[in-house]
């Protein structure tokens, strides 16, 4: 299936005014070239790359497509995260700029797995620090949280950024879902977890990512590898919506992942209130007197 998509696009590559409406592309000619348009040009370039790129295109486009991703200006959504191990359990309501990828939340509830509480504060990342209102709220470590849901929530859209690299997998068989695989990683010094990897199960007959696989190194500051992780949460996309164009998912379930084999439940989210049209309040992102702005992590 994937072959055929892809002699597809080599065609549409070749004629550039061409409509590309396997990944929500439409039909322009180079005089009405638009911001949206240009992106998604140049992400497909990037995605045709590789083997594993065109498998993220392909998953890009069942959910709505390049074009109409960059014509989204902003992504709001209430994000409701709670971690067995750890206890902890929060709600935020957040905004982000889809293009220069600063992010706000209003904090909603905040307390132990089992009684988050009604809770006052807000966090962001303004693109130099990330900061968080009251000071006092030691749970959340805003450096983290600000842009963490954001991207677990627009996977497989961000995957087509610079700076990645795609790896193809065998495929593999899901709940009886056969879906194709594909490892994504960063290249050297990209963000503050450049050693983080996201592997997509995508679903061989809807093009759906029906699970990721990923890895945490914010805090050790493992660099990339190409060697496949030890450890790996095994987390679940259900329950999905469209909104504004967008195919996104509403429910999240995480469980312990190592040596191949799916182990005891980890994490869970939900996601609410989802928009992609909304407007974004820049001086949101400003620190309130008395913010904690929060330290890049230490390294070993």
């Known amino acids: 299936m994937l072959k055929d998509q892809v002699g597809k696009w080599q ?43 065109q498998l993220v295109l392909r998953a890009i486009g069942a959910h709505g497509g390049l074009e109409t991703w960059y014509n989204t200006r902003t992504s709001a959504f ?12 929060f709600k935020s309501y957040q905004v982000a700029d889809n293009r220069t990828r600063l992010i706000y939340h209003e904090l909603q509830t905040l307390g132990t797995q089992a009684n988050p509480e009604p809770a006052t504060g807000s966090f ?14 030691d749970a959340i470590n805003p450096r983290f949280w600000a842009t963490a849901p954001y991207y677990f929530q627009l996977i497989p859209f961000l995957l087509a950024d610079p700076g990645l690299r795609y790896t193809t997998l065998p495929a593999q068989e899901l709940d009886g879902v056969d879906c194709d695989m594909v490892r ?12 983080d990897t996201y592997t997509l199960y995508v679903d061989q007959t809807s093009g759906l990512v029906r699970a990721i696989r990923y890895t945490v190194t ?3 500051g ?21 909104v504004d164009g967008l195919t996104v998912p509403t429910r999240f379930r995480g469980f312990l992942f190592q040596d191949g084999q799916m182990g005891e439940f980890k994490n869970e989210a939900w996601a609410s209130d989802i928009s992609f049209n909304g407007t974004f309040e820049a001086n949101k992102l400003v620190a309130p007197a008395g913010a904690r702005v929060q330290a890049p992590p230490a390294r070993p």
């Open 11 to 53: 065609v549409m590559l070749m004629l550039p005014s061409v409509v590309l409406s396997g990944c929500g592309m439409a039909a322009h000619t180079p005089h009405a070239a638009t911001p949206a348009t240009m992106q998604a040009e140049s992400a497909l370039v990037r995605l045709m790359d590789s083997q594993g790129g």
């Open 184 to 195: 994504v990683g960063y290249k050297e010094g990209i963000g503050d977890s450049p050693g």
């Open 124 to 137: 962001a990342w303004n693109g130099t620090d990330a900061w968080i209102y009251p000071a006092g709220i």
């Open 78 to 89: 209430a994000w409701e995260y709670s971690n067995a191990g750890m206890d902890f359990r």
């Open 222 to 242: 493992q660099p990339p590898s190409e060697e496949p992780p030890k450890r790996e949460t095994l987390f679940y996309y259900e329950d999905y919506v469209t």
């Open 218 to 220: 914010y805090f050790s």
